[in-house]
């Protein structure tokens, strides 16, 4: 898979973005989406990556600087049709190694807690993530659920 810092243009990304959206909202009320729009994407603070195999979109990732020591995982999606290919595992680890590169001793993200949410927290924690707390500006809900990992 060739991973690649993506600026969000091409119609491919584009919809998958929406798809993710459009997902989430589908799982969670407003107060509880916290996934990233393509303007939110596109932000100063955020780093977008997409993964590619032979031409095609198999799935993307973002990393949110929140200080120069923590950053926040975002916009985690696997393209549907190619699901349980372990495309999510190799967007992990690339922006992970990314998050150690930056000198970052912390990263965290923010998943839901419901059984939909199960693989994804499944895979967090097979990466070493641990569950905490809310972090940076999110508050308390019982739809999501926190995890970090010292880097």
């Known amino acids: 898979m060739e991973i690649k810092v993506d600026d969000l243009s091409g119609p491919e990304v584009r919809a998958l973005i929406m798809e993710h959206l459009l997902h ?8 509880s989406t916290h996934a990233l729009n393509v303007d939110g994407l596109r932000k100063p603070d955020v780093t977008f990556w997409s ?7 198999v799935g993307c990732g973002a990393l949110k600087e929140l200080d120069h020591q923590h950053g926040e995982l975002k916009s985690m999606r696997t393209s549907s049709a190619h699901h349980r290919k372990g495309v999510a595992k190799q967007i992990l680890a690339h922006v992970i190694n990314e998050a150690k590169h930056r000198g970052y001793t912390r990263i965290s993200l923010e998943t839901g ?3 939909a949410f199960e693989p994804a927290r499944k895979l967090y ?3 070493g993530f641990t569950y905490c707390g809310p972090f940076a500006n999110y508050t308390n809900d019982p739809l999501s659920s926190f995890m970090t990992m010292e880097l």
């Open 24 to 31: 989430m909202q589908s799982l969670s009320p407003p107060e």
């Open 51 to 57: 993964g590619w195999e032979q031409g095609e979109l």
């Open 113 to 115: 807690s419901m059984e």
């Open 125 to 127: 924690e097979n990466f």
